[in-house]
């Protein structure tokens, strides 16, 4: 197993970008596009928007304790459960190594072609957001991660069918350009 393919089987195999609970991904969707939507058409900074939400959460807080102070602070309310929790730190646990291990291998070279190809991304974001917001490249690139891993899911089979041919012509291009390519080792003979 390469050590790319780990990457990919925590994004297929996640409940959230799977939808495996519609509501909660739902949810998160509508978040995601909302805030968006806020920051970019009411010119939100996001520092100050998240101040005044917090605020906005005070003063609530403030209106239920002095307008009904039986629901205040007496009563504990437990917002997630113990495994609710569980799952959560574990899954935010097992994302994190994947990323960590990614990255390890991308800064120390253990896969140039993955380096190879960070450095060029860099580059082109570096180049490339004079021009263009980052803002909604994020937002673009968001909604394509909640969307397309369910779609490929769902439309497996039509993708296999109707893909399958290009993806074997464009790999066998691949192949036939890297073996032109010489190896260090047949260059250089020592």
Known sequence: MD?????????????????????????????????FLAVFYWDLSLVPFICNIFTLVLMAGGAVRYAAPQSS???SI????????KVAVESISKILNVVSQK????????????????????????????????????W???NLLLSVPYACEANREQLEKHCRPYLDKALTFKAELMAKVPKYTDVVKE
């Open 140 to 142: 673009f690139v968001g």
């Open 103 to 138: 990255v390890r291998d991308v800064v120390l070279w253990t896969q140039a072609e993955a380096t190879f190809m960070a450095f060029g991304l860099l580059q082109l974001i570096r180049v490339a957001t004079p021009y263009c917001s980052l803002l909604p490249v994020i």
């Open 73 to 75: 602070a007496d009563h």
């Open 3 to 35: 050590k790319g393919s780990s990457m990919r089987t925590l994004l297929w195999e996640s409940d959230l970008l799977m939808w495996k609970q519609p509501a909660v991904t739902g949810a998160v969707f509508g978040c995601f596009n909302c805030f």
């Open 78 to 85: 437990e917002i997630l459960s113990q495994d609710a929790i």
